[in-house]
């Protein structure tokens, strides 16, 4: 039977993990077929990956059909999974996300703050496009995204298009469990970590080692021991002892953002006078991975990708795969509706929640009120999320500078414009709702 994976953004450096993840499951997860999709500019990375995608398939002796093409709505035809790893305006566009709210004194980051907002104004409009097709050309196929801001595309997705069998999945859930796991010197699988909040804005609530509640211990180790679960993209800086005693939770890298403002800030805005902010980084990060891609002799995965933030994203994305494929109904956590599983958020928003994963999707589990701790920050953060998707879905300024006030990275409603105004101005090309906005200007 037939088993067909369509991967856009298929010319991505990632995709050789991805494909790891597709030849260490092929007993439980038989993909017949793997189609990379790009855009017609990045066509000399996506010929790069795809011979190297089949050099791997030919080393593991699998019957896998690996092919590319361009033109994505043939490549939908048959889809039974669909994932997205697409990054609108290439690593050009994330420059100036991180560059530009930095030269104002703001955190600049791909994910949070400004260049977050600026991201997400970039992708969902593709993504919707995606989904309407998928929507006409492969009803029942599934939407693994990873593209970011994943929690934020996700809900973009589910709300305003009409396709819904779409669940977003990170890396950091699976690294946080595998950190876990290193200090109890047990291998993930026995770690189950009850996640609770939003993408990249997820704490840990409980942890279990073998089903039994753990959770002391592991912030005992966290608070007196030298623990880093950091990706690469994140130097993680040492936490306030009261602030993990009174968290009581384990908090997520990208935290460091909000709890450690002022030094995270202070390092930044000093790479981005040094004009390495991470953009620059993952350039030369790439252009070592092609050149080696490119090898006739190179046939696994290189470790260099290691050295990308999203390593291990495919723990995620194949996991999710092969359990709804098998109909599992196993534990994972995934970036889908809340419908109630967070009693202080509206249901119809996307959260980031441990999830019983089956054939007909991701089943939440309960979590009921969040920890009065956390739950004004995280109902602060889905509202500003909110507000980004119905900026970019309508293109409209007002809603867009709602969006960068209600961030708690922007920190002065003048900086809010004048940030928001000249990254509309620098991504017009990538942002064609804001056109009638930039035109004012
Ligand atoms: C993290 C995040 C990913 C993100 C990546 C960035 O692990 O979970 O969503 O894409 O880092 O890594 P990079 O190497 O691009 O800075
Ligand atoms: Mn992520």
Not at 6 to 23: D, R
Not at 210 to 219: C, F, I, L, Q, S
Not at 396 to 412: G, H, Q, W
Request: glycine share 6%.
């Amino acid at each position: 039977m037939a088993l067909k994976v369509v991967i856009i953004g298929g010319g991505s450096s990632y995709t050789p993990e991805i494909m790891e993840g597709f030849l260490k499951r092929y007993e439980q997860f038989p993909v017949t077929d793997i189609v990379l999709v790009d855009v017609k500019a990045g066509e000399e990375k996506v010929k790069i990956v795809t011979a190297l995608a089949k050099r791997m398939v030919l080393k593991a002796g699998k019957d896998i059909r690996v092919s590319y093409t361009f033109n994505r709505k043939e490549a939908l035809q048959g889809a039974d999974f669909v994932t997205t790893q697409i990054r609108v305006g290439g690593l050009q566009a994330r420059a100036y996300d991180e560059r530009i709210p930095l030269k104002h004194g703001m955190i600049g980051q791909e994910t949070n703050g400004a260049g977050g907002i600026m991201k997400a104004f970039r992708t969902i409009p593709v993504m919707l496009e995606i989904a309407q097709e998928m929507h006409e050309i492969c009803p029942d196929a599934w939407l693994i995204n990873f593209t970011n801001p994943a929690g934020i595309v996700t809900e973009a997705v589910m709300n305003h298009s009409p396709f819904k069998n779409v669940i977003g999945v990170c890396n950091i859930p699976f690294n946080m469990r595998s950190g876990v796991g290193e200090l109890f010197q047990v291998p993930a699988e026995r770690v189950m970590i009850e996640f609770v909040g939003l993408n990249h804005f997820v704490f840990g609530r409980k942890v279990y080692i073998d089903g039994v509640d753990r959770t002391a211990e592991a912030m005992h180790h966290l608070i007196y021991d030298d623990v880093d679960y950091s990706p690469a993209n994140i130097v993680a800086l040492p936490w306030n002892k009261q602030f993990l005693k009174t968290l009581n939770m384990l908090p997520n890298p990208y935290h460091q953002y909000y709890f450690q403002h002022e030094q995270v800030l202070k390092k930044d805005v000093e790479a981005y006078q040094t004009n390495v902010t991470r953009a620059e980084v993952v350039m030369e990060v790439e252009e070592a991975l092609f050149k080696k891609y490119q090898s006739p002799n190179l046939d696994v995965k290189p470790e260099e990708l290691e050295q990308r933030g999203g390593a291990y994203y495919s723990e995620a994305a194949c996991n999710v795969m092969t359990s709804i494929y098998n109909n599992s109904m196993d534990v994972q956590t995934v970036n889908t509706l809340n419908n109630g599983t967070i009693t202080d958020l509206p249901a119809d928003c996307v959260i980031e929640v441990n999830s019983v994963i089956t054939a007909s999707g991701p089943m939440p589990l309960s979590i009921g009120n969040l920890p009065a701790v956390i739950s004004g920050a995280i109902v602060q953060m889905k509202q500003y999320e909110r507000l980004v998707v119905e900026a970019a879905v309508t293109g409209d300024y007002s809603k867009a500078y709602a969006a960068m006030i209600m961030n708690p990275l922007v920190t002065s409603d003048d900086k809010a414009q004048v940030v928001l105004d000249e990254l509309l101005h620098v991504h017009q090309s990538n942002l064609p709702q804001f056109s009638k906005e930039v035109v004012k200007q």
